[in-house]
């Protein structure tokens, strides 16, 4: 008889539904951020109507792009009845209401994911990766004549150059001609040094092919945060004026636009 009624109690208790004290209510942070600004976030909870928030704290944590598990960084800490403080690291950040907090000047070394975690009696937690982006100095296209051409004709040959340096995160570079791809682009990346690369790509045509054609290069990132082409420098060959660039024009597709460049122009 007793053990039936044990097991009708155990029965009873796996059926009552199980409450959480503590929710996260706004969480709130960038999916990218361009190298330079500033990105705030923010946590806020709520407590369950008859909840203490005795034991209550609030942490933000760090972890590195591409780190390992025992590579996370503490940030932030809040325990009640303390004054929140920041935990030191290489981030560098200012303390905002509510427990949230806003990242300085972020470089692509900052890059990773961001966790918020609100304990109290039980505990809760969210995460979002962040990729901050840099534009770099590039791309930029240049000409130069082949020493030896890829063929036998008599048609000289030409190398089209496209590079791009201090760009993040991880590149790719494509090179196309009147709107057809250079299928035999070579590519190299370097890096990261501090979390930027540096990229050079480049292809081998014949002077018909590229004479008076639109030249067109387009840097990409390798991150599904990023939208992209980020970058297009397209300019025009001209072998008659012994192979200068004529119509050079540099735009973005992410709105923002480098100071150091002229001729450009918004989509």
């Given amino acids: 008889m007793w053990r039936s009624m044990w097991r009708a109690g155990c029965l009873l208790l796996c059926l009552v539904p199980v409450t959480r004290q503590i929710s996260i209510t706004e969480f709130s942070v960038p999916h990218a951020v361009q190298a330079g600004e500033d990105a705030d976030l923010l946590c806020k909870y709520e407590l369950a109507a008859n909840e203490s928030d005795r034991g209550l704290y609030v942490k933000w944590w760090w972890t590195p792009l591409n780190a390992t598990s025992d590579q996370v960084h503490q940030l932030y800490q809040r325990i009640v009845g303390l004054e929140p403080v920041t935990i030191h690291t290489t981030i ?46 590039g791309p930029q296209l240049n000409f130069s004549a082949a020493e030896e051409g890829p063929d036998e004709d008599e048609d000289g040959d030409v190398v089209v150059t496209c590079a791009a340096s201090d760009v993040a995160p991880y590149p790719d570079i494509t090179i196309t001609v009147d709107g057809n791809l250079l299928s035999n682009t070579s590519e190299n990346v370097e890096g990261p040094f501090d979390g930027l690369y540096d990229i050079v790509a480049n292809a081998t045509v014949t002077k018909s092919t590229v004479d008076g054609a639109e030249v067109r290069c387009e840097l990409f990132f390798k991150n599904d945060n990023i939208s992209h082409p980020a970058f297009v420098d397209i300019e025009t060959f001209n072998s008659s004026d012994g192979g200068e660039k004529l119509g050079t024009c540099h735009f973005l597709l992410f709105g923002v636009l480098l100071p150091a460049l002229s001729g450009a122009i918004m989509l």
């Fill in 92 to 137: 560098r950040l200012d303390l905002l209401e509510n427990d949230g907090i806003r990242l300085l000047n972020m470089t692509p070394a900052d890059s990773g994911t961001y966790e918020c975690e609100v304990s109290n009696i039980d505990e809760a937690r969210a995460h979002q990766d962040v990729i901050v982006y840099s534009m770099g100095s």
